[in-house]
């Protein structure tokens, strides 16, 4: 594949920023954070755009950055206190029921994720945030579907004991 | 290219490759048959087509040069042109946005800032730091500005837009088949024009045809009309096609 020049770069600034947008917002909550990470996305990807091989989509590259940015700002932010959000009841929840409490688990998510080792972040960004079923995580991450059930369903029960408000929330 | 499954739910990873247009034909056609058939998932994708469009406009967007300079990255040639064709929001909203940089000459004011063949009518709407006004006459743009184009035509048709800078070369904007036809009345182009780099006039030419048209046919015509006559030509499409013109000078910001 030949290598990605400035101009695709900028091509993709305009197509998936929105895209790149959304996730950093999903992420780290705050509109101002959101932005600046979103345009970090972009630096980052235009230093590094060699190590784009084109095995998957712009899209996939950008939010796999778009994720590294904002996990070092969801470690800066680790020693602050937990949004006071409950976990979603089970994987997937996220986008239904009211939209308000869906974005206040989201949140939570992201709070807790950095406090995870990285097969298991992406799993769960997977699941929480890009709303996949667990075959179809299993299939691009290249995993049995009972991995990824062991590693979320360990992340719901470290989370319960991070958050110690299972009794208050009532987490599933 | 996966395809969205009626028994399960659309995830958020798959509406975003649909809006983007990542999608192969064929997840775009079982998408498309699924938002026709499920209101909230149609409204779903609405929402992000939306957002897709207002982030092209928003003022907190950095321009992209910006993120060069950042990056460290060497500006790119003046004269260069990039021209993207956007087809990710959705088939009725394709979107093509324009960078320009044009070689650097003494700003001038052009002389006749709208001339109308046939009565198209053609609002620019300039986004400039955060704040947004119509195009006036004789008026400068600076590099990272956006233009939005509203246009209203008595017949509707085929709406090309072709823009040629200061060296005399001419980019499609927006292409007729991108946009389709187009009823009689108002519509507001899809996207927006960014304007980048270097200083100098630039011309829009905003034309509505009742027929099909081929642009790449007005492209050389308008480069030969430069050639002949420079940048204040007196080119207008042949035939039926209604033109409506804007000229404008780009200084830097």
């Known amino acids: 594949m030949d290598p990605v020049g400035l101009e695709t770069i900028e091509d993709w600034y305009q197509r998936y920023g929105s895209s790149v947008l959304l996730r950093c917002r999903q992420l780290l909550g705050q509109e101002a954070q959101a932005w600046d990470a979103m345009h970090q996305t972009f630096v980052r990807a235009i230093r590094y755009r060699h190590k784009y091989q084109g095995t998957g989509t712009p899209l996939g590259w950008l939010h796999s950055i778009a994720w590294r940015v904002c996990l070092d700002e969801l470690r800066r932010r680790k020693r602050q206190a937990c949004p006071g959000a409950e976990l979603p009841r089970e994987p997937g929840a996220v986008s239904t029921g009211d939209p308000e409490s869906a974005v206040v688990a989201q949140r939570t998510v992201a709070w807790l994720m950095p406090r995870f080792r990285e097969q298991i972040q992406q799993m769960v960004y997977l699941r929480y945030f890009d709303e996949l079923e667990i075959d179809e995580i299993a299939q691009q991450m290249g995993v049995s579907v009972r991995t990824v059930e062991r590693r979320l369903g360990h992340f719901l029960e470290k989370s319960r004991r991070l958050l110690g408000q299972e009794d208050s929330h009532g987490i599933a | ?253």
């Open chain 2, 1 to 253: 290219m996966g395809s969205p499954d009626d028994r399960r739910r659309v995830s958020a990873q798959l509406i975003e490759r649909y809006v983007t247009g990542e999608l192969d034909a064929g997840g775009r056609a079982e998408m498309s048959r699924l938002a026709a058939a499920d209101s909230a998932l149609a409204a779903r994708i609405a929402e992000r087509e939306a957002e897709h469009r207002a982030f092209l406009v928003d003022a907190r967007r950095r321009p992209y040069a910006d993120l060069l300079r950042e990056a460290g990255q060497p500006m790119r040639r003046p004269s260069q042109r990039l021209l993207w064709g956007i087809s990710a929001l959705a088939a009725a909203s394709a979107l093509v946005v324009v960078a320009v940089m044009v070689v650097p000459e003494a700003i001038e004011k052009p002389p006749d800032q709208v001339r109308l063949k046939g009565k198209p009518g053609v609002q620019a709407a300039v986004l400039h730091q955060g704040q947004t006004r119509l195009l006036t006459s004789g008026e400068n743009l600076e590099a990272g500005d956006r233009l939005r184009l509203v246009v209203d035509d008595p017949r509707g048709g085929f709406v090309t837009v072709l823009l040629q800078d200061c060296g005399g070369e001419v980019a499609v904007v927006y292409r007729p088949e991108e946009i389709g036809r187009v009823t009689a009345g108002r519509i507001e182009l899809p996207g927006s024009i960014e304007l980048d780099a270097a200083a100098g006039t630039e011309r829009l030419f905003v034309i509505v045809s009742d027929e099909l048209p081929d642009p790449a046919a007005w492209q050389r015509e308008l480069e030969i009309a430069f050639e002949r006559q420079g940048i204040h030509h007196d080119w207008l499409p042949a035939g039926q096609d209604r033109a409506h013109l804007l000229e404008w000078s780009k200084a830097r910001p």
